[in-house]
């Protein structure tokens, strides 16, 4: 046997006796938090933009869609297939950063009326209704935002009278991060009982004024970075458009060198784009418990 096969199958013995003498950790069980999938969170986004009726699948197929007839468009007008290409892996991304967009603005003005929900069910508390009760007088008393919600968690539970299933429906509707925390603070009082539920829903709501508070200051002052980072990402983009329509500048970008010139600039504006955004933004509760 050759010395150097010798060796290997020596180095590999004193491996595997090393390995031997660790004991496996085992993993802990995976939780419903860690199984969510892209579609599962995109389906969320669609429920907090206002889109509960589009499903993610139909959003993807509306992406593709717009994608071809991009391509079919700038080929047509252009017939250079670089640059229609990639203008059509923006319109491919178009509606899925339309619906993010809104669902971030959806999740800030709730924010803002977190609070005072909680503040109208610890009023109900302290008057002595139900914990049902007081949920389902917010359909009236609460934020206008937040009233549909209620109003289906009243009508389910003068149905079923189920509340725990009345309560996975209200986070089904809701789809906030907020909002989970909100309902699962509720079912451990009401199965636990006890009578430190007044003073959780005023911690909750302190907490809560205080965060959107804070966020909203932060927000103010970075916004004009931002804006002006999202200009510089999308002006080399807007020229290239305003070039497209004279096709003697056009032609440049048909050859080896100017696909590889469009290549890089995509590869640079996506590089530069997703470091903006995750150096800026600041960070955004998950939802551990939808």
Same mark, same amino acid.
């Given at each position: ?115 005072? *929900?909680?503040?109208?069910? #610890?009023?109900?508390?302290? @008057? &002595?209704? !139900? ?6 007088? $917010?359909? %009236? ?112 970008? *048909?050859?080896?060198?100017? #696909?590889?010139?469009?290549? @890089? &600039?995509? !590869? ?6 997703? $470091?903006? %955004? ?13």
């Amino acid at each position: 046997m050759p010395p150097l096969v010798l060796g290997l199958f020596f180095g590999l013995g004193i491996f595997l006796m090393w390995w031997s003498c660790w004991v496996p950790v085992p993993r802990p069980p995976t939780t419903r938090a860690a199984r969510r999938s892209r579609l599962d969170r995109l389906g969320d986004e669609l429920v907090q933009a206002g889109y509960s009726a589009i499903g993610p699948r139909a959003l993807l197929g509306t992406c593709a869609l717009g994608a071809a007839l991009t391509f079919v468009l700038f080929m047509g007008f252009v017939g250079v297939a670089s640059i229609a290409l990639c203008f059509t892996t923006m319109a491919a991304y178009g509606p899925i950063a339309l619906v993010r967009m809104k669902a971030r603005r959806r999740r800030a003005a709730l924010r803002d009326l977190w609070p005072d *929900a909680v503040d109208n069910i #610890t009023s109900g508390v302290r @008057a &002595g209704l !139900a914990l049902p009760e007081s949920l389902s007088q $917010l359909a %009236v008393r609460g934020p206008m935002e937040l009233r549909p919600a209620f109003a289906s968690f009243a009508e389910d539970y003068r149905v079923s009278g189920r509340f725990n299933d009345c309560l996975d429906n209200l986070k089904a509707y809701l789809s906030d991060p907020v909002g989970d925390r909100l309902v699962e603070a509720l079912r451990m009082a009401r199965e636990v009982g006890g009578s430190d539920l007044g003073r959780l829903l005023r911690t909750l709501s302190s907490f809560l004024r205080d965060d959107a508070h804070t966020r909203a200051e932060l927000e103010t002052r970075q916004s004009w970075t931002l804006n002006a980072a999202r200009l510089a990402v999308a002006a080399p983009w807007i020229v290239l458009a305003l070039m497209c329509t004279r096709p003697e500048a056009v032609q440049a970008y *048909a050859s080896r060198t100017g #696909t590889l010139v469009l290549v @890089a &600039g995509g !590869a640079c504006t996506l590089i530069a784009y997703r $470091l903006m %955004v995750r150096i800026a933004r600041l960070p955004e509760e998950q939802r551990v418990l939808g």
